[in-house]
């Protein structure tokens, strides 16, 4: 026979287990980091694609443009284009892409600060494993 | 002949460009959405490996599993083995993992309170492209 051992699971509230989809959702697309680097630069002013790939070491031309057609679609980024010569095109952060500037400064601020802390956490890590 | 015009860019300082990278490196782990969900339930306290697939609502034992993995290697969570019968494994946020929860908190709180204006402004941008 069997026996089957009953753990006391303590019960989430309702909204915590909605809350943790809708979290998993948008984190899948603001927690990237190619969109952080873009709300990022952008925190300081508008600015035209070319700019932002000099300004963001190591991102593809494909990268980027996919990046800033999802922040556009999230209402996050605006695209203007100006009927000068030649054409101009920028990109600026919406009143909600803006809001987001200071939760993913405090992010950035946390891996900067621990970045030590985690290399070495891996080295030892990878000492004791291998 | 080919004409170049050079737009003048505003120069990030040094340290910019090394937390950038610093930062995407970190971003990459600590902003997957199953990284945050596992420090979100963690953060009660210490919990076992089934206690965790339950309260994360659509996780896949292998998707935890690895998630745990990483954490652990960077020094963000302990796995700790109690030579009990049954054994018991239990899982805990170490200082440096515990610290995440604040940020975490703060982007999770700002998915949240963002989710109805990211989901129309989708809904709108998908309008007009279609």
């Known amino acids: 026979m069997k026996t089957t051992v009953t753990v006391p699971i303590p019960e989430l509230p309702e909204s915590d287990h909605h809350n943790c989809r809708a979290l998993g959702q948008i984190l899948d697309r603001v927690g990237d980091k190619?969109?952080?680097?873009?709300?990022?630069?952008?925190s300081r002013g508008p600015l035209r694609f070319n700019q932002m790939m000099r300004e963001i070491g190591g991102v593809s031309h494909r990268m980027l443009t996919l990046t800033l057609r999802s922040l556009e679609r999230d209402g996050l980024?605006?695209?203007?284009?100006?009927?000068?010569?030649?054409?101009?095109?920028?990109?600026?952060?919406?009143?909600?892409?803006?809001?987001?500037?200071?939760?993913?400064?405090?992010?950035?601020?946390?891996?900067?600060e621990y970045r030590p802390v985690i290399d070495q956490a891996r080295a030892e890590y990878d000492m004791r494993v291998i």
Chains 1, 2 share one sequence.
């Open 34 to 42: 190619w969109t952080v680097m873009v709300v990022g630069v952008l």
């Open 77 to 112: 980024v605006t695209r203007t284009a100006y009927a000068t010569i030649p054409p101009k095109v920028e990109y600026a952060l919406t009143d909600a892409g803006s809001s987001l500037i200071e939760p993913l400064r405090a992010l950035s601020n946390w891996a900067i």
